[in-house]
């Protein structure tokens, strides 16, 4: 189930297009709005990162989070490993 999840995570951020702004956005800091003025964010521009990089556009991908491929990488490798050693047949 943990495997789908970030699979199904991952594919909406990669669909998502990285030049837009505004719009949908999964970040809580930005729907707490005007709650929270954070003047930085670790987490922005990583899903715009991670699109960019779904598109191929490896240095935008840079420019919008230089963590974006490493998270990629990362939560890829973790899927990996969760499908592959999934029993699917118990329950």
Do not use: N, Q, Y
Not at 5 to 33: I, Y
Not at 60 to 70: M, T
């Amino acid at each position: 189930m943990e495997g789908a999840f970030w699979l199904a995570g991952l594919t909406a951020v990669a669909l998502m297009d990285p030049a837009s702004t505004g719009g949908f956005t999964v970040c809580p800091f930005d729907h707490l709005g005007a709650w929270l003025d954070l003047s930085f964010c670790p987490g922005c521009g990583l899903g715009h990162a991670v699109g960019f990089l779904a598109r191929g556009e490896v240095v935008e991908s840079l420019k919008a989070h230089p963590l974006g491929v490493p998270a990629v990488l990362i939560l890829s490798s973790h899927v990996w490993r969760l499908f592959r050693t999934s029993d699917f047949t118990s329950r």
